[in-house]
Protein backbone atom coordinates (compact mmCIF):
# COMPACT_ATOMS: atom_id res chain seq x y z
CA UNK A 1 0.00 0.00 0.00
CA UNK A 2 2.53 2.21 0.83
CA UNK A 3 4.93 1.69 -2.52
CA UNK A 4 0.95 2.09 -4.46
CA UNK A 5 0.90 5.78 -2.98
CA UNK A 6 4.28 6.85 -3.11
CA UNK A 7 3.74 6.13 -7.09
CA UNK A 8 0.49 7.36 -6.85
CA UNK A 9 1.60 11.24 -5.57
CA UNK A 10 5.27 11.07 -6.78
CA UNK A 11 4.52 10.20 -10.65
CA UNK A 12 1.70 11.84 -13.57
CA UNK A 13 0.05 9.42 -15.98
CA UNK A 14 1.14 10.58 -19.89
CA UNK A 15 -1.07 8.84 -22.80
CA UNK A 16 1.27 7.91 -25.36
CA UNK A 17 -0.68 8.94 -28.55
CA UNK A 18 0.76 13.05 -27.92
CA UNK A 19 4.39 11.07 -28.41
CA UNK A 20 5.66 11.42 -32.00
CA UNK A 21 8.80 8.91 -33.00
CA UNK A 22 11.66 10.74 -33.47
CA UNK A 23 11.28 13.48 -31.37
CA UNK A 24 14.18 14.36 -28.26
CA UNK A 25 12.79 14.69 -25.15
CA UNK A 26 14.54 16.80 -21.97
CA UNK A 27 12.24 14.58 -19.36
CA UNK A 28 12.31 11.23 -18.29
CA UNK A 29 9.47 8.83 -19.30
CA UNK A 30 8.84 5.95 -17.30
CA UNK A 31 6.89 2.43 -18.06
CA UNK A 32 4.78 1.61 -15.42
CA UNK A 33 3.95 -2.09 -14.50
CA UNK A 34 1.74 -2.33 -12.01
CA UNK A 35 3.78 -0.90 -8.81
CA UNK A 36 7.30 -1.53 -10.55
CA UNK A 37 8.09 1.78 -12.59
CA UNK A 38 11.28 1.61 -14.71
CA UNK A 39 13.14 4.43 -17.10
CA UNK A 40 11.66 4.13 -20.81
CA UNK A 41 13.57 6.99 -22.58
CA UNK A 42 14.58 10.54 -21.76
CA UNK A 43 17.95 12.40 -20.58
CA UNK A 44 18.82 10.28 -17.52
CA UNK A 45 19.64 7.21 -20.01
CA UNK A 46 21.79 9.58 -22.54
CA UNK A 47 23.91 11.02 -20.01
CA UNK A 48 22.01 14.17 -19.63
CA UNK A 49 21.03 14.97 -23.42
CA UNK A 50 17.44 14.54 -25.00
CA UNK A 51 17.09 11.41 -26.35
CA UNK A 52 14.53 11.03 -29.20
CA UNK A 53 10.83 9.47 -28.86
CA UNK A 54 11.23 5.19 -29.90
CA UNK A 55 9.75 4.03 -32.93
CA UNK A 56 7.63 1.66 -30.94
CA UNK A 57 6.15 3.65 -28.66
CA UNK A 58 2.73 3.58 -29.70
CA UNK A 59 3.14 -0.44 -30.26
CA UNK A 60 3.63 -0.17 -26.04
CA UNK A 61 1.03 -1.69 -24.02
CA UNK A 62 2.47 -0.70 -20.69
CA UNK A 63 1.12 3.10 -19.62
CA UNK A 64 3.98 5.37 -19.39
CA UNK A 65 4.23 7.94 -16.43
CA UNK A 66 6.44 10.87 -15.65
CA UNK A 67 7.90 12.59 -12.72
CA UNK A 68 5.67 15.15 -11.38
CA UNK A 69 8.69 17.36 -11.11
CA UNK A 70 9.00 17.05 -14.93
CA UNK A 71 5.42 18.29 -15.39
CA UNK A 72 6.55 21.72 -16.68
CA UNK A 73 8.95 19.95 -18.77
CA UNK A 74 5.73 18.18 -20.90
CA UNK A 75 3.84 21.45 -20.70
CA UNK A 76 6.58 23.42 -22.46
CA UNK A 77 6.53 20.25 -25.08
CA UNK A 78 3.42 20.05 -25.75
CA UNK A 79 3.09 23.87 -26.27
CA UNK A 80 5.86 23.06 -28.69
CA UNK A 81 4.76 19.92 -30.10
CA UNK A 82 1.26 22.24 -31.32
CA UNK A 83 3.72 24.65 -33.17
CA UNK A 84 6.02 22.21 -34.61
CA UNK A 85 2.90 20.43 -36.49
CA UNK A 86 0.99 23.99 -36.97
CA UNK A 87 3.80 25.07 -39.55
CA UNK A 88 4.11 21.94 -40.92
CA UNK A 89 1.04 21.22 -42.63
CA UNK A 90 -1.47 20.80 -39.74
CA UNK A 91 -2.43 18.17 -36.80
CA UNK A 92 -4.11 15.10 -36.95
CA UNK A 93 -7.21 14.63 -35.16
CA UNK A 94 -6.40 12.38 -33.01
CA UNK A 95 -2.77 14.50 -31.85
CA UNK A 96 -5.18 17.60 -31.58
CA UNK A 97 -7.44 16.01 -29.08
CA UNK A 98 -4.53 13.83 -27.03
CA UNK A 99 -2.78 17.38 -26.47
CA UNK A 100 -6.49 19.07 -25.56
CA UNK A 101 -6.80 16.14 -23.19
CA UNK A 102 -3.24 16.28 -22.06
CA UNK A 103 -3.09 20.42 -21.36
CA UNK A 104 -7.09 19.77 -19.47
CA UNK A 105 -4.98 17.02 -17.43
CA UNK A 106 -2.44 19.43 -15.84
CA UNK A 107 -5.34 22.32 -15.17
CA UNK A 108 -7.07 20.21 -13.14
CA UNK A 109 -4.50 18.37 -11.56
CA UNK A 110 -3.73 22.05 -10.55
CA UNK A 111 -7.57 22.87 -9.53
CA UNK A 112 -7.52 19.84 -7.27
CA UNK A 113 -4.35 20.92 -5.64
CA UNK A 114 -5.37 24.21 -4.85
CA UNK A 115 -9.06 24.17 -4.41
CA UNK A 116 -9.68 27.86 -2.64
CA UNK A 117 -8.07 29.12 -5.58
CA UNK A 118 -10.45 31.68 -7.73
CA UNK A 119 -8.47 31.45 -10.40
CA UNK A 120 -8.52 28.24 -11.02
CA UNK A 121 -11.87 27.79 -10.89
CA UNK A 122 -11.62 30.38 -14.55
CA UNK A 123 -9.30 27.36 -15.33
CA UNK A 124 -11.65 25.06 -15.15
CA UNK A 125 -14.22 27.29 -17.49
CA UNK A 126 -11.71 27.39 -20.27
CA UNK A 127 -10.91 23.45 -19.85
CA UNK A 128 -14.74 23.39 -20.23
CA UNK A 129 -15.09 25.84 -23.23
CA UNK A 130 -12.33 23.98 -24.83
CA UNK A 131 -13.84 20.51 -24.85
CA UNK A 132 -17.57 21.68 -26.12
CA UNK A 133 -15.47 23.21 -28.86
CA UNK A 134 -13.54 19.51 -29.51
CA UNK A 135 -17.02 18.24 -29.35
CA UNK A 136 -19.68 19.96 -30.88
CA UNK A 137 -20.67 18.33 -34.42
CA UNK A 138 -17.42 16.33 -34.28
CA UNK A 139 -18.09 12.79 -33.28
CA UNK A 140 -14.55 10.86 -34.19
CA UNK A 141 -13.05 13.92 -31.76
CA UNK A 142 -15.37 13.00 -28.88
CA UNK A 143 -14.02 9.45 -29.22
CA UNK A 144 -10.76 10.30 -29.62
CA UNK A 145 -10.77 12.73 -26.58
CA UNK A 146 -12.20 9.45 -24.41
CA UNK A 147 -9.07 7.04 -26.15
CA UNK A 148 -7.11 7.02 -23.20
CA UNK A 149 -4.21 4.27 -22.72
CA UNK A 150 -3.74 5.26 -18.67
CA UNK A 151 -6.81 3.41 -16.65
CA UNK A 152 -5.35 4.05 -13.59
CA UNK A 153 -7.62 5.86 -11.40
CA UNK A 154 -6.64 9.62 -10.89
CA UNK A 155 -9.12 11.88 -9.69
CA UNK A 156 -8.10 14.98 -12.57
CA UNK A 157 -8.61 11.76 -14.86
CA UNK A 158 -11.72 10.51 -13.95
CA UNK A 159 -12.80 14.36 -13.90
CA UNK A 160 -12.21 14.96 -17.06
CA UNK A 161 -13.55 11.99 -18.48
CA UNK A 162 -17.06 12.45 -16.14
CA UNK A 163 -17.11 15.91 -18.30
CA UNK A 164 -15.87 14.77 -21.69
CA UNK A 165 -19.32 12.32 -21.48
CA UNK A 166 -21.53 14.74 -19.59
CA UNK A 167 -20.85 16.95 -22.45
CA UNK A 168 -21.38 14.40 -24.58
CA UNK A 169 -25.31 12.94 -23.11
CA UNK A 170 -25.49 16.54 -23.11
CA UNK A 171 -25.22 16.98 -27.29
CA UNK A 172 -27.46 13.65 -26.92
CA UNK A 173 -30.23 15.38 -25.15
CA UNK A 174 -30.25 18.50 -27.53
CA UNK A 175 -29.17 21.06 -24.71
CA UNK A 176 -28.44 24.37 -25.86
CA UNK A 177 -24.49 25.24 -25.87
CA UNK A 178 -24.75 27.80 -24.00
CA UNK A 179 -25.68 27.90 -21.20
CA UNK A 180 -26.57 24.12 -20.95
CA UNK A 181 -23.54 22.43 -21.97
CA UNK A 182 -21.38 24.87 -20.12
CA UNK A 183 -22.81 24.73 -16.89
CA UNK A 184 -23.45 21.07 -16.92
CA UNK A 185 -20.02 20.47 -18.17
CA UNK A 186 -18.39 23.03 -15.67
CA UNK A 187 -20.71 21.22 -12.75
CA UNK A 188 -19.20 17.96 -14.19
CA UNK A 189 -15.74 18.79 -14.22
CA UNK A 190 -15.49 19.86 -10.70
CA UNK A 191 -18.05 17.13 -9.45
CA UNK A 192 -15.81 15.49 -7.05
CA UNK A 193 -13.70 18.73 -5.88
CA UNK A 194 -14.65 17.56 -2.90
CA UNK A 195 -11.75 14.65 -2.89
CA UNK A 196 -8.89 17.09 -2.18
CA UNK A 197 -10.18 17.44 1.33
CA UNK A 198 -10.05 13.78 1.92
CA UNK A 199 -7.06 12.02 2.98
CA UNK A 200 -5.39 10.58 -0.32
CA UNK A 201 -4.50 7.22 1.36
CA UNK A 202 -8.33 6.98 1.52
CA UNK A 203 -9.49 7.88 -1.93
CA UNK A 204 -6.62 6.06 -3.73
CA UNK A 205 -6.97 2.93 -1.47
CA UNK A 206 -6.16 0.07 -3.57
CA UNK A 207 -8.57 -2.15 -2.12
CA UNK A 208 -12.39 -2.39 -0.67
CA UNK A 209 -12.93 0.85 1.85
CA UNK A 210 -13.89 0.13 5.92
CA UNK A 211 -17.37 1.30 7.16
CA UNK A 212 -15.37 4.27 8.62
CA UNK A 213 -13.20 5.02 4.79
CA UNK A 214 -16.61 4.82 3.16
CA UNK A 215 -18.53 7.21 4.99
CA UNK A 216 -15.23 9.79 5.30
CA UNK A 217 -15.32 9.54 1.27
CA UNK A 218 -18.99 10.15 1.39
CA UNK A 219 -18.41 13.72 3.07
CA UNK A 220 -16.50 14.90 -0.47
CA UNK A 221 -20.08 15.98 -1.29
CA UNK A 222 -20.14 18.54 1.32
CA UNK A 223 -16.82 19.18 0.74
CA UNK A 224 -17.06 20.26 -2.80
CA UNK A 225 -19.85 22.34 -2.82
CA UNK A 226 -18.35 24.15 1.06
CA UNK A 227 -14.97 24.89 -1.65
CA UNK A 228 -17.44 26.38 -3.88
CA UNK A 229 -19.27 28.74 -1.96
CA UNK A 230 -16.34 30.44 -1.78
CA UNK A 231 -16.45 31.59 -5.57
CA UNK A 232 -20.06 31.23 -6.18
CA UNK A 233 -20.47 34.45 -8.00
CA UNK A 234 -17.63 32.54 -10.72
CA UNK A 235 -20.00 29.52 -11.16
CA UNK A 236 -23.28 29.67 -12.41
CA UNK A 237 -26.07 28.02 -10.22
CA UNK A 238 -26.85 25.11 -12.34
CA UNK A 239 -23.10 23.74 -12.18
CA UNK A 240 -23.61 22.99 -8.51
CA UNK A 241 -26.17 20.11 -9.13
CA UNK A 242 -23.62 17.70 -10.14
CA UNK A 243 -21.55 18.39 -7.89
CA UNK A 244 -24.50 18.07 -5.23
CA UNK A 245 -26.00 15.25 -6.94
CA UNK A 246 -24.02 13.01 -8.40
CA UNK A 247 -24.17 9.93 -6.09
CA UNK A 248 -28.18 10.34 -5.86
CA UNK A 249 -30.26 7.54 -7.21
CA UNK A 250 -33.89 7.49 -8.75
CA UNK A 251 -34.61 5.10 -5.99
CA UNK A 252 -33.91 7.25 -3.47
CA UNK A 253 -31.26 5.18 -1.54
CA UNK A 254 -28.25 7.55 -2.76
CA UNK A 255 -26.51 10.29 -0.96
CA UNK A 256 -26.14 12.93 0.82
CA UNK A 257 -29.99 13.93 0.56
CA UNK A 258 -31.92 10.38 -0.94
CA UNK A 259 -33.57 12.67 -3.31
CA UNK A 260 -35.76 10.75 -5.69
CA UNK A 261 -36.54 10.82 -9.49
CA UNK A 262 -37.56 14.19 -10.59
CA UNK A 263 -36.23 15.65 -7.51
CA UNK A 264 -32.66 15.06 -8.99
CA UNK A 265 -32.07 17.78 -11.53
CA UNK A 266 -31.00 16.81 -15.24
CA UNK A 267 -27.37 17.64 -14.65
CA UNK A 268 -27.13 15.40 -11.67
CA UNK A 269 -28.57 12.76 -13.52
CA UNK A 270 -26.22 13.18 -16.09
CA UNK A 271 -23.21 13.20 -13.82
CA UNK A 272 -24.57 10.25 -11.49
CA UNK A 273 -24.74 8.01 -14.96
CA UNK A 274 -21.19 9.21 -16.42
CA UNK A 275 -19.75 8.88 -13.04
CA UNK A 276 -20.61 5.68 -11.97
CA UNK A 277 -19.78 4.45 -15.69
CA UNK A 278 -16.52 5.73 -15.42
CA UNK A 279 -15.84 4.37 -11.72
Known amino acids: REKYHTIYLNYFPVEKN ?68 SGSGGISTELRCGIVRENSKLLIKEVLQDPKNGNNIQKSSSVVETLIDNI ?31 IGLGI ?14 LGAL ?5 KSLIDPLI ?25 LENCRDAIPKNSFFPVLQHHEKLSGFGYPHKLKEQRIHLFGRITAIVDFYDA
Not at 173 to 178: E, H
Not at 190 to 194: E, F, K, Q, S
Open 203 to 227: INKPGKLTGEEYMIVQGHVAAGMKL
Open 172 to 185: LKNLKRTPDLFELG
Open 18 to 85: VFIPGIPVDFNVYRKNGLEVEEYFGPKREGGKPEPIPEDIQESQIPIVIKNSDISLYRKYLKDLVQEC
Open 190 to 194: LHDIG
Open 136 to 166: LGQEKTFYNLMKITSYDYYTYNHSINVCTLS
